[in-house]
């Protein structure tokens, strides 16, 4: 059953679970506790969008379907725009649909950590064979690589680098370089129409424009979640919860629910991590067509443990390429002109960096910083990311960075390396969003314990990637869907 | 709605003519995109569109050692100003200046004639 906050439809009942947020992590959970025959409610702030609706306009798109219209920013020595869904299946929609498995080498950090029980690799695989299976996960094909993601493998293939065909949740895509805009062509398998209408056929009430304002704690057991509907007038709604509480809002969204929620913790909106990011344009003499293939359907882990970065093709339509191309009047059209022969390499970093994020008078206030360590990884990735772009073939590599001449030519990639250490000379997204609820089994050292449910609030959990301890390298989604599916499952069992 | 000041910091930063007969702001329409942004776009967005239309104005001429406001000076030397916001030496110009080309780009990429212009047909 669908109910529409923005139309004021009402749903004043009571459920054995209340789910907030339709993302990877609340749309798994939803799922599996909806399939215990138990019922269930899903909170979701932002509007459910057709996908029929889906078309090429990326303002469009930011405005109906992105958090803040695409315009939420991280301050420190950077302005950083933090890109997050605001729709009916959260991130998902608006993501490349990447799926990774959580590599070995992060387990084992988080087993060090004392996470091994509380997170088993074991259970989460087979979580990742039935997810995959779900969704469809497969490399991109060949046919949706278009020019662009080509010249990531021609580039690596002459340095003898790794690089391969990202592994993603879509089936027939066509390259049409609109995963930002939710993919018109109806190939990703986003929560919107996978996950999220499995839980619905199994009974779940998806309420959109429902916006969690609070969770009611009484006598340390969570009992209803207070909100605000987006219909005219912001009518307050009341979602009673019989057995449990899950959040799954995201590590901006979660920690600032769980303080006005009364959830005290020294953790409680610390330790956020991410996966900065900053491109770099290759000037190639053919047109390599970055607005036609998969939207990032090629990537480099060849770097992954030694500088922590990673390497992807990304493809976006002209708008979004333009703002980033350098110069203003004759010029920037001169470049304009010249978007079709180019290609973006962007790199990742899995940054050491911790911020904090809070509520503040206008939304979430983030805070984040990179360090000097980050700086050098990221500077050696786009050194990397240039040898690539030049090894495929561009007569020019555009930095975007001030400081540095605004081409280098071939033999000159090693400039990126001796870059400027001032992370505000970058231009910068960040995505990838992680622990602002970290969990630890004391709450002396984290805000949720090993079963998922905040300390002293046994029937409040939270099941998004603010528990996770550390990022990780590699695109997130993945992760946080065998997560929260354990996290679910463990509450279901404790709450039978 | 657009003032005088604002259209010519627009016209500055895209012109008409130029190459693989790319239009310029107003030819492609970015007016009508302009009101659209003005209704719909979050608040804290506008204020920044608003702020980056007078820097531009305002700040950029000083950059080049120009009195402003920008309409009094030639298209070169306008066109000089904003460059010179993007290389500005203070990180925040750079910024208003990324935020005016962002805004900038949603409207003007967007239109069927500079996609068509730069080759690019969304199936």
């Known amino acids: ?496 | 709605m657009l003032g005088e000041r604002d259209r010519a910091v627009l016209d500055a930063l895209l012109p008409p003519g130029g190459p693989e007969g790319l239009p310029g702001a107003f030819e492609a329409g970015f007016e009508e995109f302009e009101r659209g942004f003005r209704a719909d776009a979050p608040a804290t967005m506008r204020l920044g569109w608003r702020a980056a239309l007078l820097v531009a104005a305002w700040i950029s001429p000083l950059l080049i050692r120009r009195l402003p406001p920008l309409d009094r000076l030639s298209a070169d030397e306008r066109e000089a100003a904003l460059e010179a916001m993007g290389k500005s030496r203070f990180h925040l110009i750079r910024q208003v200046f990324l935020l005016l080309k962002a805004v900038t780009s949603f409207g003007y990429g967007s239109t069927p004639a500079v996609r068509r212009a730069v080759g690019y047909d969304a199936r």
């Not at chain 1, 909170?43 to 315009?71: C, I, K, T, Y």
């Not at chain 1, 979580?127 to 995959?132: F, G, K, R, T, V």
């Not at chain 1, 493998?153 to 370089?177: F, H, I, K, M, N």
């Not at chain 1, 290609?343 to 990179?370: H, K, M, S």
């Open chain 1, 1 to 496: 059953m669908r109910v529409d906050g923005a139309k004021g439809e009402r749903f004043d009942e009571v459920f054995d679970y209340v789910v907030i947020g339709s993302g990877a992590a609340g749309a798994t959970a939803a799922r599996a506790l909806a399939g215990t025959g138990r019922s269930v409610c899903v909170l979701e702030e932002g509007p459910a969008v057709d996908p029929a609706a889906f078309g090429a306009d990326s303002w469009g798109a930011f405005r109906s379907m992105f958090r803040d219209a695409n315009g939420q920013i991280a301050t420190g020595r950077a302005f950083m725009p933090v890109i997050q869904g605001r729709v009916l299946g959260g991130s998902t929609v608006i993501n490349s649909a990447i799926a990774w498995r959580l590599p070995d080498d992060v387990f084992a950090e988080w087993a060090a950590l004392g996470l091994a029980d509380a997170l088993p690799p074991k259970e989460l695989h087979r979580y990742w064979d039935e997810i995959e299976k779900d969704l469809s996960v497969a490399a991109t094909p060949v046919e949706a690589w278009g020019s662009f993601n080509t010249l990531m493998r021609d580039g690596a293939r002459r340095l003898g680098v790794e690089a391969s065909p990202t592994r993603r949740y879509a089936s027939g895509c066509g390259g049409t370089s609109q995963c930002l805009t939710g993919c018109p062509s109806g190939a990703k398998r986003s929560m919107l129409t996978t996950y999220l209408p499995q839980a619905e056929s199994k009974g779940a009430v998806i309420v959109t424009g429902a916006e969690a304002r609070r969770v009611r704690i009484v006598d340390r057991c969570a009992v209803a979640v207070e909100g605000k509907l987006s219909a005219p007038g912001r009518p307050s709604f009341m979602a009673k919860a019989r057995r449990a509480v899950i959040v799954a809002a995201s590590a901006i969204q979660t920690p600032q629910l769980l303080a006005r929620s009364g959830v005290r913790s020294a953790h409680l909106g610390h330790h956020f991590m991410a996966h900065p990011g900053t491109p770099l344009t290759g000037l190639f003499d053919a047109p390599a067509n970055l607005w036609r293939g998969a939207t990032q359907g090629f990537d480099s882990t060849h770097h992954r443990r030694d500088y922590r970065v990673k390497i992807e093709t990304i493809g976006l339509p002209p708008e979004v390429v333009f703002a980033r191309l350098p110069g203003a009047g004759r010029r920037w059209k001169e470049r304009m002109a010249l978007a079709k022969q180019t290609a973006i390499f962007a790199v990742q970093t899995r940054a050491w960096a911790e911020g904090t994020v809070r509520e503040g008078p206008f939304g979430a206030l983030i805070r984040y910083d990179l360090t000097r360590r980050d700086m050098m990884q990221i500077r050696r990735g786009l050194r990397f990311a240039a040898e690539l772009l030049f090894a495929a073939g561009a007569r020019e590599v555009w930095p975007g960075i001030h400081g540095l001449p605004e081409k280098l030519l071939p033999g000159e990639a090693h400039r990126l390396e001796a870059g400027p250490d001032n992370p505000g000379s970058y231009s910068w997204i960040l995505s990838h969003l992680f622990g602002t609820a970290r969990m630890a089994a004391h709450g002396s050292a984290g805000v949720v314990g090993h079963d998922f449910a905040v300390h002293g609030v046994p029937n409040l959990v939270v099941a998004d990637s603010s528990v996770f301890p550390t990022n990780l390298g590699v695109n997130p989604q993945h992760a946080i869907m065998a997560v929260a599916r354990l996290c679910a499952e463990r509450l279901a069992e404790r709450t039978r």
